[in-house]
């Protein structure tokens, strides 16, 4: 009767283990896909909102200078890169 090699259950699955640890900790920091399409909403909003605010500042007489509208772009976009860093758990 031959004799066949097996190895034991737990000797496979502590390879697998060993194997797996860096992906598994390159994956702990990505969130979710529910998080990325939220985020990606949020994002669309507050564009919107800074384009409406200024498209209706503009309608009412109030016609704001470049640099101002500039300015507002760019809080805008810093709050979305905040979003961003949230998101991935780095801030």
Do not use: N
């Amino acid at each position: 009767m031959p004799v066949r090699f097996r190895p034991s259950a737990p000797q496979r699955k502590e390879h697998t283990m060993t194997v797996l640890a860096p992906l598994m900790a390159l994956l702990v920091g990505i969130p979710s896909v529910s998080t990325i399409i939220t985020l990606l909403i949020h994002i669309c909003v507050i564009a919107l909102v800074v384009f409406l605010i200024i498209w209706v500042l503009e309608q009412l007489g109030f016609s704001l200078p470049a640099q101002v509208a500039k300015i507002l772009y760019v809080i805008a976009m810093l709050l979305v890169v905040l979003m961003i860093l949230q998101a991935f758990g780095i801030a």
